[in-house]
Every structure is written in C-alpha cells, then in structure tokens.
C-alpha cells in the first residue's frame, strides 16, 4: 500500500478550536414543530420516441394541483440528449420552478462521491477494497456499538477491516439515526454532533453491524470522500471541480449556493400534522470543515441530468471522457455479493417515511447506486441505478432501455405517499405507460 501524504483538512480547526450547535436536535425539533402553473422549457430536445412528453407535464400538474408538493421538476433523457424538460408550481415566492431552479441535492451527493472515488481506483492509486483505515487512520478508532452500561456504550472491535466497497455500498456498519434509533440515542448520550454538522467530530458514527454483514443506510459515503481527498491531495469540492464539474458542464453544481445561483434557490417545505405545506429551513452546512460526500451538494435538474447521461454514454458526454467503459461496467455491478437491500424503517417520521422502492424485488448497490435485480413491469429494467436527496431529488437511470430519469422538489418527509405516488406516475409516463 503507498504512503499517502496529508490530508487537504489537516491544517483545517479541529472541533476542539471552533463551536458547532446541535444540527440533529435543532432539525427534528423543527419538523416536529411544523404545524400552481406549469411551463415547458426551451432545453434542446432529442425525440423521446415515445411521445411521452404531454404525459410527463400532465403528470407534474396534477400532481402540484393534488397538492403533492409545491413544485414538481422532472427531466428525462438518453444517451444522446434531452427528451423531455419541464415543471409546474412555485419553487419560491415569486419564482416558478424551472429546470434550472438551484436545489439542495442532499443525497444525490453520494453518487458523485463514488464516482470521484472511482476515478482514483481507474488510476490505480485506491482499489475497491482498500481498507478505510489505511488510508485514513482515525477510521480504526470506529468500534461496533454492542449494547450500554448505564448510559456508557459498549463497544468492540470490528470482526474485519471495512473497505472503500463497503462506504460505497453502505455495508460499512455506518447508520444514520434517522433510521436507526439506537444510533440517535448514541449520538445523545456521548453529545457527539450529527454529520449534517460538517465537523470531523461529526463523522464518528459507531458501526451499528460489522463490516459486509448487512445493507444499512448512513454516512459512508462521507467518509470515501475523505479517502478521495487524502489519496488526491486535494479538498474534495477543488477533486469534484476538476474531474467531474467542469468536464460535464455542470455550472450550476456546488459545495455552496455561488453568487450566480443564489437568485434560482428554490425554498424549502415541510408537511405538517395538518397535511398543509409550511416553510423549513434546511440546508448543508455553508463553510463546514468537512464536505461530506453524503450530503454537501447543490445542483439543478439539468445539471445532474449531465451527470446521468454521463453513465448512458458509459463514461463519457460531449466528447469528454470521465471514466473507461470498462470502469463504468465494473462500477454498475452488484458489489454487495449476496447481501440485499434491507427496508429503511424511518425513526424520524416528520423528516423521512419508511422506504422500500418496489417492495419485494431483489434490490442490492453498485459501488455508486442502488441497483434493481429485476425489470419492474412498465418501468425500469434489471440492472438500473437509482438513488434520492432527503427532500425528495430522485433519479434513477436505466442503460439496458437507454433512458435517465428526474422528479424533484424540496419538501420533506422523504418518500412520503403522496411525493412517492407522483414518482411513480412520472416513471411510467416516461416509459409510455401513462
């Protein structure tokens, strides 16, 4: 294994030298307190050959008209261009929603972390199973959460070395506590900040499972990127700018909302008890010490769709080369062996429902996405990529039948019916199944 040199957040203040609040308890405190026109874009289009495109914008109309969300934006594409661009409702006071409107992407981040991270495995510096530690030390300090004394957490060693496939795959034994409980009363009891704080601090979650024994959703990701940026050299936004951002054209896509975005933010919304739509504040944290690859994004519908249509054109988009089609192939593969996709049962039902897409299929991860095992009749077929931002930015991109999909907003709770109900109608419009 090579030496690798200092980290880009060596130099930076330790949690010792600065004070960070309370992210999670001011964020669930507050979703706990919280008691249309539609437009088609002129976005160069290819032909969808479906006809699909009056389906689509009916679908984002009804759904703002039912009172689905405030804004709906969807976006599908393939290889070779844009099929469809549209929108309806208000993304802000004054201001309708657009493909263009700016978005915090939340957990679309995790997509392109592992993408950066499959960069450098393409060059040879890291490989997929890499251990974590080797790269980044403090990672052994993790341990497996077994049980408490009183209020002091029982840990162990974990039984083997958690590799850069398990971050990328969340096999890693790293959950977040809005789908675990057990790790928001740690989290609690030893008052260690939550991950949306932005702290190193905030990056040692216990392991809840050890490593490549079960699927389950958390904060890998954030610490692959930290690999990323010790092994490169480079702060992850400058790794991402260079190789993925500037390359793909995507201008509108950042670690910060930048002068030139600011005017395009969309709000954000929360549904109260009442079911009516109140205002949220929410947003990654804005000069953390660390970007997690978790969460750090900003971006806009058609700039992830750049991104997407990056992998239908197996590594490459107007003529710039991300990765090898060799590379796209090994990274779209199942990497969870036989583990399987487990039920995400929510802790936290004012930010996030129970997720389980497709219910019974067979479900596992690639080393970027979650990927389906088998067609689901009149929508997307086995092998296709997929994942979601916590206020409801989904996509999904299917290679066997060339197409790439977008539905987003920004309300929470994540995949609550109603928003999970307007996915599924815009999925099967995009297939012709309207």
């Known amino acids: 294994m090579k030496k690798f040199e ?3 957040h060596d130099d930076l203040p330790t949690d010792e030298d600065r004070p960070f609040h309370s992210a999670r308890r001011d964020f669930l405190q507050q979703a706990a307190a919280i008691g249309a026109g539609a437009a088609l874009y002129s976005v160069p289009l290819v032909s969808s050959a479906r006809g699909s495109e009056p389906a689509l914008q009916k679908v984002l109309d009804d759904c703002v008209a039912a009172g689905r969300a405030p804004f709906f934006i969807g976006m599908t594409g393939k290889a070779s261009g844009i099929t469809f661009a549209g929108a309806s409702g208000d993304a802000a006071p004054g201001m ?8 915090r992407i939340f957990s679309m981040t995790k997509g392109v972390g592992s993408t950066a991270a499959m960069i450098l495995i393409e060059q040879g510096k890291m490989d997929f199973d890499t251990p974590v530690q080797d790269v980044l030390p403090e990672f052994a300090e993790i341990g497996v959460l077994e049980g408490w ?31 675990r409980g ?4 740690y989290l609690d009891k030893t008052k260690r900040p939550s991950i949306i704080a932005g702290t190193k601090a905030a990056m040692f979650y216990p392991m809840m499972t050890d490593p490549g024994t079960r699927w389950g959703y958390g ?18 936004d400058a790794f991402l700018k260079q190789n993925l951002f500037e390359p793909l054209g995507m201008k509108d896509t950042d670690v910060e909302v930048r002068p ?69 192939a090994r990274m779209l593969e199942n990497h969870m062996g036989p583990l399987k996709f487990d039920k995400m049962i929510t802790a936290a039902p004012p930010i996030t429902a129970d997720f389980d897409p497709f219910g019974s299929t067979t479900k596992t991860h690639s080393f970027g996405f979650l990927r389906n095992e088998a067609d689901i009749p009149g929508r ?48 099967k419009a995009a297939y012709g199944n309207a």
């Open 6 to 8: 200092r980290s880009a």
């Open 96 to 103: 309708k929603a657009a493909p263009d409107t700016v978005l």
């Open 149 to 179: 004394d009183g209020d002091k957490p029982k840990m162990r060693a974990p039984k083997v070395k958690a590799t850069a496939r398990h971050l990328a795959t969340h096999t890693s034994g790293l959950e977040y506590e809005f789908w």
């Open 182 to 185: 057990e790790v928001a009363e």
């Open 219 to 236: 904060p890998s990701v954030d610490w692959l990127g930290l690999m990323v940026e010790k092994i490169s050299g480079q702060r992850i």
């Open 260 to 328: 030139h975005m600011q005017a395009r933010l969309a709000g954000v919304k929360a549904r109260g008890a009442d079911g009516n739509f109140g205002d949220f504040a929410l947003a990654p944290p804005s000069n953390p010490e660390v970007y997690g690859m978790g969460h750090a994004l900003y971006s806009t519908t058609q700039d992830y769709m750049r991104f997407l249509r990056m992998y239908l054109n197996k590594g490459a988009l107007d003529g710039k080369r991300i990765l090898k089609e060799s590379s796209v």
């Open 380 to 427: 997307r077929r086995a092998g296709s990529q997929s994942w979601a931002g916590v206020l409801n930015t989904h996509y999904w991109f299917d290679p066997t039948a060339d197409l790439a999909g977008l539905i987003t907003t920004q309300t929470l709770p994540f995949v609550e019916p109603p928003f999970m109900a307007a996915y599924e109608a815009f999925e």
